[in-house]
């Protein structure tokens, strides 16, 4: 019942609530020069995107534009992105995917770039899954891939190409840039944006940059709860052995590191949560041998450290409120815990790891509720005869520290 009633919440939010993502103060141009000042609906793109979304006004219907429409779009002081037909090495930067290739292998696409640096010199970005790139190009001449590629030589050892560092040399002629600056540069984004303010501010040339304020956000949170445990034993040889311990209420204590991600409008999130849990019970359980009536205790200690680790996914409500869901993998590692029966069998507990789902509410990012049902755990994992099912519906109340 309560697996069948988490499962209703989970579908029911998921379908009736809204997430962060809005439309914001933007414009595109089209193929023919037209610039449409518009609400660009801002998905906070991880990868570049292919298409947007727009409305003419807060209250207009929705209007999808593909690449081969618009030649720029942008929110108004957070991003902007223009289309190039353009030479791209998606060589992959995986080891095991490694080319035996030093030099970049270029196939012509149509991509939006989405530019980090405007002025005389302008640097553009890329990213598509594991492929990152960056571009450029001065004085509004043809745009063009910075060369970095990883490969495997034919000594199988991992050879680099760092073209981007030549490419820079040759084109930025300037007093302030020196060959040491170069030769340190990393092909990230913060290095090739410091060296492209720097070459901009030399030749005292406007240029805009937009900083991004994207930082992964870490919150700490203490997380006291209640559980709602069950446990059943099932032995077909001997039947004595078999046991319901029915459903226990006892109390658990966590701690919750999240990791906001620094996309999508930060509506995911990395958690861990060790957590602390017990679970305690008496059964009597009958059984016949020979005609006659036998009954004998049955009792479980069973303590335990819980290290679930997952991701969340948030919908935000309004400025202060956010619903989320968890998916979770737990490990479990139980502390003296046994199961003992009266006739002086006994049983360590070894547990196998499990999954955990969970529904909840965030209110001002200080406070949270969540409900959480974790699958059944098997509690005696190198035992061939006795099958053991627990199973935790958990009510968790969370405080923020940080």
Not at 195 to 223: A, G, H, M
């Amino acid at each position: 019942m309560k697996k069948r009633l988490l499962i209703i919440l989970i579908v029911t939010f998921s379908l009736n609530c809204f997430s962060q993502t809005k439309f914001e103060k933007g414009y595109f141009i089209n193929n023919d020069g037209i610039t449409v000042n518009c609400l660009i609906k801002n998905i906070d793109w991880k990868n570049n995107p292919t298409e947007f979304e727009y409305k003419l006004n807060a209250e207009s219907k929705t209007i999808k534009v593909n690449i081969e429409l618009a030649k720029e779009f942008g929110i108004l002081n957070i991003s902007k992105y223009r289309r190039f037909y353009i030479n791209i090495d998606r060589s992959s930067n995986l080891i095991r995917d490694y080319s035996t290739k030093k030099a970049p292998q270029f196939n012509k696409e149509t991509l939006y770039l989405k530019q980090l640096i405007e002025g005389d010199a302008n640097l553009y970005f890329y990213e598509d899954g594991n492929v990152i790139r960056y571009f450029y190009n001065l004085d509004n001449k043809d745009v063009e891939q910075l060369i970095f590629k990883e490969y495997q030589t034919k000594n199988n050892e991992i050879g680099v190409n760092n073209g981007f560092k030549q490419q820079l040399l040759i084109n930025f002629k300037c007093d302030a840039i020196q060959f040491e600056n170069i030769k340190t540069l990393q092909y990230k984004k913060n290095d090739l944006i410091n060296i492209f303010i720097k070459y901009n501010q030399c030749k005292n040339t406007d240029f805009v940059y937009v900083k991004e304020n994207k930082r992964n956000k870490f919150n700490l949170s203490i997380r006291p709860g209640v559980n709602f445990s069950s446990l059943t034993i099932v032995n077909d040889i001997s039947k004595f052995r078999s046991v319901d311990f029915g459903s226990k209420i006892g109390a658990r204590i966590g701690l919750e590191a999240e990791f906001i991600l620094s996309f999508n409008n930060n509506k995911w999130a990395v958690i861990i949560e060790p957590n602390y849990q017990y679970f305690k019970a008496n059964q009597q359980v009958t059984y016949i041998p020979f005609h006659l009536p036998v009954t004998i205790n049955a009792n479980i200690n069973y303590k335990s450290i819980e290290v679930p680790i997952g991701v969340r996914h948030y919908f935000f409500l309004n400025k202060k409120s956010k619903l989320f869901l968890n998916g979770l993998f737990v490990w479990d590692f139980a502390i003296n815990s046994t199961i003992e029966y009266e006739d002086r069998v006994l049983f360590e507990i070894q547990s196998r790891n499990n999954f955990g789902f969970g529904l909840g509410c965030n209110y001002d990012n200080k406070f949270s509720l969540e409900t959480r049902y974790t699958i059944n755990r098997d509690l005696l994992r190198n035992n061939n005869t006795d099958n053991t099912n627990y199973g935790t519906f958990s009510i968790i109340l969370g405080y923020n520290l940080l």
